[in-house]
């Protein structure tokens, strides 16, 4: 039983973020193309084991410009999933694991019978690293509407239009796409708290992202229009989580649902800070009920 060896890569200075790190969305790409490559190799496809239900990953370290990256994938069955594809990243100069991603399938049940047999070279225990930590493994629900969710506190604060370059080799829009989007969606969310735009450019502060969870509800293509309407769903003393919801925006359907676990980064010490003393009730107050 072994992992494999799914991408080799580099940190690239316009993949850099604010916070000068390698943005969300280039995560979900090096996991997208991993996923790709790990498919070839294992002989895996949605024809066997599914549509994966969701992707969840946890970003244990930073990768910063000029940083090496390497990806090593392999299957568990003793995952939160039937069947659970885990991706582990690493800066490749150090070996420092950087996040890992857990991507859930449901097979049938005849289906699930052949999984250890046809898989047995690529499988491997479940690493407590990519276990969800902040965030429940299930996939979001599928039958929200706007309406529901707006009435419920959720804000639109992003709108934009799937474009070619959006589309991945499936023919649909991408993991990277649905990142970029809420990437530039969330500061809105951030605004209506203590922690806006002022208060964490006069505190060196930056907003950072510890978990996501990426569930896609059904595809979109170029030329679709979208909107994301977004809320904070809970608080702790030293971060909080919200979620982020992609509709179309013509027929108002449903195309992806994102959770978040949030905090603020001192981007001198690189290091967590406790929310602001009043965050906790203002961020209650604008909770998606």
Request: one cysteine or more.
């Amino acid at each position: 039983m072994a992992t494999e060896n799914t991408l080799s890569s580099f940190v690239n200075r316009w993949e850099c973020d604010e916070n000068d790190h390698l943005n969300v969305q280039f995560y979900f790409s090096r996991f997208e193309e991993a996923d790709r490559q790990f498919q070839l190799l294992s002989g895996m496809s949605e024809a066997i084991v599914g549509a994966r239900r969701v992707r969840h990953v946890r970003y244990h370290n930073e990768l910063r410009c000029g940083d090496l990256v390497s990806v090593r994938s392999h299957a568990a069955l003793d995952g939160p999933h039937i069947f659970t594809v885990v991706h582990e990243m690493r800066n490749a100069s150090t070996g420092t694991l950087a996040a890992t991603a857990i991507d859930g399938y449901a097979p049938t049940a005849a289906a699930a019978k052949q999984i250890r047999p046809r898989f047995k070279n690529v499988i491997k225990d479940m690493p407590a690293d990519a276990a969800p930590r902040g965030l429940s493994a299930t996939p979001a629900p599928h039958k929200t509407t706007l309406a529901s969710i707006l009435n419920a506190g959720a804000q639109v604060c992003f709108r934009g239009t799937v474009l070619p370059r959006d589309i991945g080799p499936e023919g649909r829009a991408d993991d990277r796409f649905a990142l970029g989007a809420f990437t530039d969606a969330v500061p809105h969310v951030w605004q209506q708290t203590p922690m806006n735009h002022a208060y964490l450019s006069q505190n060196n502060f930056g907003r950072v992202a510890v978990e996501m969870k990426l569930t896609w509800i059904s595809p979109l293509k170029t030329g679709d229009m979208f909107l994301i309407a977004s809320a904070p769903t809970s608080v702790q003393s030293k971060t909080f989580t919200l979620r982020h919801h992609l509709f179309e925006s013509r027929t108002q359907r449903l195309a992806a649902v994102c959770d978040v676990v949030a905090l603020v980064m001192d981007l001198e010490a690189r290091k967590a800070v406790p929310l602001p003393e009043r965050a906790a009730a203002e961020i209650s107050k604008i909770t998606m009920g």
